[in-house]
């Protein structure tokens, strides 16, 4: 199922954050370190638990890149 649909909070949030659906797009099919190498649509796979996925939409968000 589409990311958009399963955690419709997260792609707004994303949106938000980078500013397009685009960009939100991209992020969510991209490898993160922050998420043991996994993509954030991954880890929304594997868990229904989203608070890794935000937490990393909120460092980015503030500034926090490492």
Request: glycine fraction near 4%.
């Amino acid at each position: 199922m589409d990311i958009r649909l399963r955690c419709e909070a997260l792609w707004a949030r994303a949106v938000e954050v980078f500013g397009s659906e685009i960009k939100a797009d991209r992020w969510f099919h991209t490898r993160l370190s922050e998420l043991a190498d996994r993509t954030p649509e991954e880890v929304l796979e594997e868990d229904t638990h989203t608070e890794a996925v935000a937490a990393v939409l909120d460092r980015i968000d503030y500034g926090v890149f490492s």
